[in-house]
């Protein structure tokens, strides 16, 4: 087993933490796993942000090759770890080892992903239009641009992803390969992935001869460093997982700075799943088991798990809901991430299971006393409870859902008129349900940041055409996404340059284009 020493990674640097300290907690047997790791304080978060600072010139200027070899280092850097990461994040999480070797293939691919995207060039948006000297009645000006990094990015790991959305998840790894320096804060929950992850990149950074200030990774056993983090000027974005509560927090801190800077937080969704007509009446009880499957699926701990069903009520839905019921009831409840994570599932089913207006339709198997499971329940409503309660609308992370019971086609576009935001909605349907698809696709493209046909939004697949993210308050800005390539556009900003000299201009805008990069010419799409 590798050794972990709870210390801070600063600068290529090591050191123990004063403010406090993380242990982690096995959340299988309530054991508290060694070591201590130390809390940073006000003068760490400084020490690293100074170091940002200060090798983001250096780093942003580095060929996009090295650039890429150094994503591709921390990819082979984490590999090495070997099995060690998987069986201490397994101790810290709960989630199993399938799921973790999972994970980890889905976190290097990622990194390799992005150092194609920096040698495909694409991501620079790179446009030129030439001058036009002769032009009546005013000449146009020499006009070229292209992206460039924001700076230093400071990312919060997420408890539900320790590896894919933590150290070396999706926005550190968007984030270097756009030019950005990253500090992390560690997810108290999984401190030791954390630190093992984190001495992987900080070798990689080492190993490639980049500036030691380009990662940094910092414990905190409160909320006082994160906000310093945020609030620091020389960070200059950031990207989160977590809590509506808290991505709000560090919001108000992000666009409160006397310069505000763009904090993307993905914070909450429950996902509807819209069974149409001719759908529920063909296949109700093949829907049903694959809805509870998706529903259950990490102990309804992803982000994309469905929590909403809602349908136009008759004996179909009546259909989907028995069958549906039945497989909730043979569920065996499941290790949640953290003791908090239990806690907070039980108070949410426990307030849909006193609600007057809900009905509660099945619970999963109980798990044993004093454990941190969590046991699947599902509950119906009527569309008019439902649209007369917004409390209902809220998110219960883990494995719960409601069924809505809708009138008609009518009150089915109410419900989805009064929906929040959201990263997923999934329509089941079969031919003859294309016009009340039809009917409900321009409202649901204003509702989720994906729309997906037949199946549930758990799986997200990491590919140029991903969106991961979605409408207020599944993230805080959904012209944006965390998963697939276009995420690095969340830490670039277009430059344009009029009329610079030739000799000065940057290599991807020289009129010879001697990076090769795609290219837009006179409006023009020119490759390489």
């Given at each position: 087993?590798?050794?972990?020493?709870?210390?801070?990674?600063?600068?290529?640097?090591?050191?123990?933490?004063?403010?406090?300290e993380?242990?982690?907690?096995?959340?299988?047997?309530?054991?508290?796993?060694?070591?201590?790791?130390?809390?940073?304080t006000?003068?760490?978060?400084?020490?690293?942000?100074?170091?940002?600072?200060?090798?983001?010139?250096?780093?942003?200027?580095?060929?996009?090759?090295?650039?890429?070899?150094?994503?591709?280092?921390?990819?082979?850097?984490?590999?090495?770890?070997?099995?060690?990461?998987?069986?201490?994040?397994?101790?810290?999480?709960?989630?199993p080892?399938?799921?973790?070797?999972?994970?980890?293939?889905?976190?290097v691919?990622?990194?390799?992903?992005f150092?194609?995207?920096?040698?495909?060039?694409?991501?620079l948006?790179?446009?030129?239009?030439?001058?036009?000297?002769?032009?009546?009645?005013?000449?146009?000006?020499?006009l070229?641009?292209?992206?460039?990094?924001?700076?230093?990015?400071?990312?919060?790991g997420?408890?539900?992803?320790?590896?894919?959305?933590?150290?070396?998840?999706?926005?550190?790894?968007?984030?270097?390969?756009?030019?950005?320096?990253?500090?992390?804060?560690a997810?108290?929950?999984?401190?030791?992935a954390?630190?093992?992850?984190?001495?992987?990149?900080?070798?990689?950074?080492?190993?490639?001869?980049?500036p030691?200030?380009?990662?940094?990774?910092?414990?905190?056993?409160?909320?006082?460093?994160?906000?310093?983090?945020?609030?620091?000027?020389?960070?200059?974005?950031a990207?989160?997982t977590?809590?509506?509560r808290?991505?709000?927090?560090l919001?108000?801190?992000?666009?409160?700075?006397?310069?505000?800077?763009?904090?993307?937080?993905?914070?909450?969704?429950?996902?509807?799943?819209?069974?149409?007509p001719?759908?529920?009446?063909?296949?109700?009880?093949?829907?049903?088991?694959?809805?509870v499957?998706?529903?259950t699926?990490?102990?309804?701990?992803?982000?994309?798990?469905?929590?909403l069903?809602?349908?136009i009520?008759?004996?179909?839905?009546d259909?989907?809901?028995?069958?549906?019921?039945?497989a909730?009831?043979a569920?065996?409840?499941s290790?949640?991430?953290?003791?908090?994570?239990?806690?907070?599932?039980?108070?949410?089913?426990?307030?849909?299971t006193?609600?007057?207006?809900?009905?509660?339709?099945?619970?999963?198997?109980?798990g044993p006393?004093?454990?941190h499971?969590?046991?699947?329940a599902?509950?119906?409503?009527?569309?008019?409870?439902?649209?007369a309660?917004?409390?209902?609308?809220?998110?219960?992370f883990?494995?719960?859902?409601?069924?809505?019971?809708?009138?008609?086609?009518?009150?089915?576009?109410?419900?989805?008129?009064a929906?929040?935001?959201?990263?997923?909605?999934?329509?089941?349907?079969?031919?003859?349900?294309?016009?009340?698809?039809?009917?409900?696709?321009?409202?649901?493209?204003?509702?989720?940041?994906?729309?997906l046909?037949?199946?549930?939004?758990?799986?997200?697949e990491?590919?140029?055409?991903?969106?991961?993210?979605?409408?207020?308050?599944?993230?805080?800005?959904?012209?944006?996404?965390?998963?697939?390539?276009?995420?690095?556009?969340r830490?670039?900003?277009?430059?344009?340059?009029?009329?610079?000299?030739?000799?000065?201009?940057?290599?991807?805008?020289?009129?010879?284009n001697?990076?090769?990069?795609v290219?837009r010419?006179?409006?023009?799409?020119?490759?390489?």
């Open positions: 087993m590798a050794h972990l020493t709870g210390e801070l990674l600063i600068g290529g640097e090591r050191r123990f933490g004063i403010h406090g993380i242990k982690g907690v096995n959340p299988a047997t309530g054991e508290t796993l060694e070591p201590a790791f130390g809390g940073a006000t003068a760490d978060v400084e020490a690293a942000c100074a170091l940002a600072a200060e090798a983001f010139g250096p780093y942003r200027s580095l060929p996009y090759e090295t650039r890429a070899q150094f994503l591709e280092s921390i990819a082979e850097h984490i590999e090495a770890i070997g099995d060690d990461l998987i069986v201490r994040t397994m101790a810290e999480t709960g989630l080892r399938p799921r973790l070797e999972g994970e980890r293939g889905r976190t691919g990622q990194l390799r992903l150092a194609g995207v920096l040698r495909d060039g694409g991501f948006e790179a446009r030129i239009d030439p001058a036009m000297p002769d032009r009546k009645p005013l000449p146009r000006p020499d070229r641009l292209r992206n460039v990094p924001l700076g230093p990015v400071a990312v919060f997420a408890s539900n992803f320790p590896l894919a959305f933590s150290v070396a998840g999706g926005d550190t790894a968007s984030a270097l390969a756009a030019g950005c320096p990253v500090i992390v804060k997810h108290p929950a999984h401190p030791g954390s630190e093992l992850v984190g001495r992987a990149i900080q070798a990689a950074v080492a190993a490639c001869g980049l030691p200030g380009v990662f940094a990774l910092i414990h905190d056993s409160g909320y006082e460093v994160s906000q310093a983090l945020v609030a620091d000027p020389r960070v200059k974005a990207g989160f977590g809590s509506r808290g991505g709000l927090a919001l108000a801190i992000a666009q409160g700075r006397p310069e505000p800077i763009p904090f993307y937080a993905e914070m909450s969704s429950i996902n509807p799943v819209i069974l149409l001719a759908a529920l009446k063909a296949r109700a009880d093949k829907i049903a088991p694959d809805f499957a998706a529903l699926l990490g102990a309804g701990q992803f982000c994309t798990n469905p929590g069903i809602l349908a009520d008759g004996p179909e839905l259909a989907f809901i028995e069958a549906a019921g039945k909730v009831e569920a065996p409840a290790v949640m991430l953290t003791p908090g994570i239990c806690q907070a599932f039980a108070h949410g089913v426990a307030a849909l006193d609600a007057a207006e809900v009905t509660t339709v099945a619970r999963g198997v109980p006393d004093g454990s499971t969590g046991r699947a599902l509950f119906s409503v009527t569309a008019a409870d439902f649209l309660n917004p409390h209902l609308h809220e998110e219960v883990g494995a719960a859902s409601l069924v809505v019971r809708c009138a008609g086609q009518a009150e089915l576009e109410a419900v989805i008129a929906l929040e935001g959201q990263l997923t909605i999934a329509l089941h349907m079969d031919e003859a349900d294309h016009g009340i698809a039809g009917a409900l696709l321009p409202a649901l493209e204003l509702k989720a940041g994906r729309i046909v037949n199946g549930f939004g758990t799986g997200v990491v590919a140029p055409a991903m969106v991961h993210g979605g409408p207020f308050p599944s993230t805080s800005d959904g012209r944006t996404t965390s998963v697939g390539t276009l995420a690095i556009a830490f670039l900003r277009p430059v344009s340059y009029q009329n610079l000299p030739e000799a000065l201009l940057p290599a991807e805008l020289k009129t010879q001697p990076l090769g990069v290219r010419v006179d409006g023009v799409m020119k490759l390489g």
